[in-house]
């Protein structure tokens, strides 16, 4: 009788275990649970698996940021991963074979995610965006992913792009629809803009500056479209994009929260 108690009560932890680890087996990368450190940080920040997420890229620095909502609608910084490999130069990404990594603002859904990629895991950013097409810009299957190596992508260890993963997962069970990411040439400082003022994409980045200016202030991802070839941001929830001030495409209203 008591090896038989024992067997069950085996058997319900086991149970138990796999349940609350979302049936993770040990072998699917992207079933991944976020391990304890990460859990222990997140509440040391007041944060959780599941709340709404944010991602900032910046190339010469070689550094990716997730943002993480908190108990308000502002995001606060969860954690900065190095990022071992991009390809190219600064400057955005033109056509397919340049073997440039995008700059811009772009929208990744769960159809985006890639749980078997041929470098262990990875996202796609949706290049061309809205923005890319209006100057038809080509190329296909920009990601972030792990492996370390890169041909117009950006690329993270394993582990790391596990943990990213793993949270981008949580957000999606948690209700966010899709997440913003937004791929910079550098942090778009008033200092650094003077450092490349005369550059061939300085008054491209000088747009990439106004939603990066944005979210310095509110903490908020923007609204984000194309107007006349150009990126806007803050649109209205109400505006109609066929209005008499031009033909208007909405890459994200919000958040995606």
């Known amino acids: 009788m008591i090896v038989m108690r024992k067997m069950l009560f085996s058997i319900v932890v086991v149970v138990l275990t796999l349940g609350l680890s979302g049936c993770y087996s040990g072998k699917d990368p992207a079933m991944a649970p976020l391990s ?7 509440a040391i920040k007041g944060l959780k698996p599941g709340n709404p ?35 190219g130069k600064l400057g955005p990404k033109l056509k397919t074979g340049d073997k440039q990594a995008p700059e811009g603002f772009y929208v990744v859904k769960p159809a985006q995610m890639n749980p078997n990629s041929s470098y262990h895991l990875s996202f796609n950013l949706g290049f061309p965006n809205l923005y890319d097409k209006a100057y038809a810009r080509t190329g296909s299957y920009l990601m972030v992913h792990g492996d370390c190596k890169s041909a117009g992508c950006y690329a993270v260890t394993d582990a790391q792009i596990e943990e990213i993963y793993a949270l981008i997962r949580e957000a999606y ?54 107007l006349d070839k150009r990126y806007v941001f803050d649109i209205p929830g109400d505006v109609d994009p066929s209005g008499a001030i031009g033909k208007l495409d909405i890459i994200a209203r919000d958040s995606g929260a």
């Open 36 to 42: 304890k450190a990460v859990l222990a940080e997140l």
């Open 53 to 87: 997420l944010f991602v900032r890229i910046f190339k010469e620095e070689s550094i990716l940021e997730v943002w993480m909502r908190g108990k308000g609608p502002e995001y606060k910084k969860f954690k900065t991963y190095k990022i071992c490999n991009w390809s």
């Open 173 to 226: 069970r948690g209700g966010q629809r899709y997440f913003q990411v937004h791929a910079f040439p550098f942090r778009l400082t008033e200092a650094n803009m003077q450092r490349y003022e005369g550059h061939r994409w300085y008054g491209f980045w000088r747009n990439l500056k106004e939603g990066y200016d944005l979210f310095e202030r509110d903490r908020i991802p923007p609204g984000i479209g194309v």
